[in-house]
């Protein structure tokens, strides 16, 4: 990867989960939860959302050393959210859309002439601040703790129902960082030739993936070199 390269990829990922984490907290104030904004959330300042390991562990995502980066979270009291679990279900949703949103603005020059007007850098530029957008939108919907997907199923769940699921929270959180781990850590150690196939979040998210493609780009030849490759950062 050359150094133009590594600054495209960083900025795509910087964007994506910028974007992510200001929608969370924009969505809450909107819906009458301070809590954010008292943290100087609601901005646009990537500096503030991300804790300093997500940051450090970024690099290391884009020198292929780590699986994953991630965003700090964002503080939402379920208690002063107007509507309560289901206000912080729709202020969970927010992430993910404003990363559909993100990488269907980025995609609108593909659609002029399929991008053959634009320089291979543009070309480049767009394609990684697509893909990564859609890559973070199909990942934080998986309905596993902490993320999005869990987040928005739970709150719109009745009451009765999520209190069980509040409890799978904390054990969920471990196996979550267990599908996340456990494929790198095997191909760090040279152990696939043990014939296992560990990548069960990839298969997780691949459906989910393919249609929020779909959906951002459904013009099969807009973008001829979108390809079913993708990157993984919580927010």
Avoid at 38 to 49: A, K, M
Avoid at 179 to 189: A, D, G, N, V, Y
Wanted: net charge neutral.
């Amino acid at each position: 990867m050359d150094m133009n390269d590594f600054v495209m990829r960083l900025v795509a990922i910087v964007l994506g989960v910028t974007v992510h984490e200001f929608s969370h907290a924009f969505v809450a104030l909107r819906l009458g939860d301070p809590t954010a904004a008292q943290e100087g959330r609601v901005t646009l300042n990537p500096v503030v959302h991300f804790d300093p390991l997500g940051a450090f562990m970024m690099l290391f995502v884009m020198l292929g050393y780590a699986p994953m980066a991630w965003g700090k979270p964002v503080p939402i009291n379920v208690f002063r959210i107007r509507w309560g679990r289901r206000g912080f279900a729709l202020s969970s949703l927010a992430g993910p859309t404003s990363n559909l949103l993100l990488a269907s603005i980025f995609a609108i020059p593909l659609y002029i002439d399929g991008g053959a007007w634009m320089s291979p850098q543009l070309y480049n530029f767009l394609y990684y601040v697509i893909m990564t957008n859609i890559g973070l939108a199909a990942f934080n919907m998986l309905p596993l703790p902490p993320l999005d997907g869990f987040n928005t199923f739970a709150g719109l769940l009745p009451q009765g129902w999520a209190t069980p699921m509040e409890r799978l929270r904390r054990p969920a959180n471990i196996v979550l960082m267990i599908l996340i781990i456990l494929p790198w850590m095997l191909s760090r150690l040279n152990l696939t030739r043990l014939n296992l196939d560990p990548r069960i979040l990839d298969a997780m998210i691949a459906p989910i993936f393919q249609l929020f493609q779909r959906i951002v780009l459904p013009v099969s030849g807009c973008c001829h070199a979108v390809g079913h490759s993708h990157e993984h950062a919580e927010a």
